[in-house]
DNA sequence: TAAACATGGTTGACATCTCATCGAACTGCG
DNA sequence: CGCAGTTCGATGAGATGTCAACCATGTTTA
């Protein structure tokens, strides 16, 4: 109690508002449009993405959790659903028997390349259309250093 | 078909990359967050933030569901449960037999001028300390601008 | 080695969101 | 007026996310 608060400037409460909306509006906006036009939810989106960036399309739970910044439980959910619909495979880790992996299968890889070019063409009517390579510049340093402090404070 | 799509150059993958995990890393703490410390979900102090900025806390639900992108139902439901606990009242429309305001209540000031010093105090410390002052502007220029365009392209 | 603790993932109950559909009220046009 | 089309919000069913246990395995410590 009795804690003095940084209250922002009105610099950086614009700042911080403008931000805000934009992500409710470009989110909203873009999660709708990859559910409808592919047979993905966002979030089946953003598992996909991560799966292909890594080696063997394998990947821990915990790591795959941290990596999305999701629930555990949320995670498991999930990739339960997904496997039911073909998208991925629940694989056991012989070298710690709590664990488990999450592969990526074939069916996973079509879905994801099918989904891909209007993805990509949202991305640019939503957003890189508007935004000029400074400013992308930018943005791309602000987001990397902002990630990297959030991970270093896990918690 | 045939379409030939525009796929992104390096720079923009990586800054496109880059900006998503911003996103997910950054809400998702950030709701986490607000959620534990006050009463409020994220989605709430959404609500009541918009219900703040506007004269006498008061907004149709189709003004407030277009300018948080959201659901004309999921607005219904969650104005239901708001309502529920008091942040808030449904107002029949004089003008309008269809339609109806949502009102933020005496509790609902309360609660948000509560959750508020906590909220700013993570918003500093997840993402304003790490980003200079000119960073910022920019960050909000192109916030307003894409916003804006999205809102134009209301589809 | 055994007891305590930590970790990785699962589960079930419940909250929340989406989608399709509805009904009531407005609008436009013959 | 009278009908067709549209808009606003409500509703219910099903999908998804959260929270709080829980179990099985690993790890530490005495």
Redesign the pocket.
Known sequence: MGETVRWLTPEEQHAWRSFVRLHEKLWGRL??LI??ESKL?A??FAVLVNLTDVPEGRQ???DL?RALE????????????MAGRGLVV?EE?PD??????VVITEAGRAAIEAAAPLHVEAVRELFLDHVTPAELRVLADISERVVRKLDESVS
């Not at 999701?70 to 659903?81: G, L």
């Not at 710690?96 to 992996?101: L, P, Q, Y």
């Open positions: 999660s709708r559910q409808a939810s979030a089946d821990r739970y915990q959790a999701w629930e555990k439980s949320r995670m498991s959910h999930h990739i339960a659903r629940r880790c710690d028997g709590r664990g488990a992996f």
